[in-house]
């Protein structure tokens, strides 16, 4: 398949040569040897700032995100991701696993905790910690930001350090809901933010987790569906 056209980089972005971690430069090196065609860089954010809900995934999958250069596009993970946001009407159009289906988000938007693809789809706490930075410049940019969906205990914990939270006080919990305050909002630089944010745990929607039983496609969809309640209150 053809790279994606290319698209206006965001400030909050990583450079598509961003170097930060070794392993995964290296990694992205090779890859763009042996599949020139492919994205092999950063994955950037899908959506636009104003959304009220951000989905934080993992990271790119080998042969989806970071060959099409959309967040889990051409991911197995992806079919259930939109499917639901399509359902709950955060999402539009038609989902086809390219760049160009003309699926559009509504009021959401979608990045992952580490924004290059890492091998064996296992990126390493040093990568995770980099990364956070960009997830962290992400949610700041966000002025209308009100829910945040962790897809996976990495994804929930880097949100949660990003907000400069405990760990502890704050485990993840598939179906699970918190609020982020005023107070962490302030921490994170996002002064201008009147309203708490809400944070809902999910487990990741990758093939293991559906294959296996751990995550049904009732248990997202209710995910989905209280994210949609909290924002009706709003
Ligand atoms: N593709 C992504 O973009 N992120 C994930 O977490 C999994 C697949």
Redesign the pocket.
Known sequence: MAAPPPQMRLPFEPDPECGFCPRLVGFRNGLRTAQPGWHNAP?PFFGTIDAQLLVV?????LN??NRTGR???G?F??DLLYMTLIEYGFASGTYDARPDDGLRLVSSA?T?AVRCVPPKNKPESSEINNCRLFLKRTIMAMPNLRAIVA??RI?HESVIRAYGLRLALLPFVHGSQYVLGKESAAAIGALARTKPVSLFDSY?C?RYNTNTGVLTKDMFRAVFAKVRERLADL
């Open positions: 994955v995934g993992l990271a790119p999958g989806g995100a967040p889990f596009t991911d993970a992806g979608i992952n897809l996976g994804a990741h990758s």
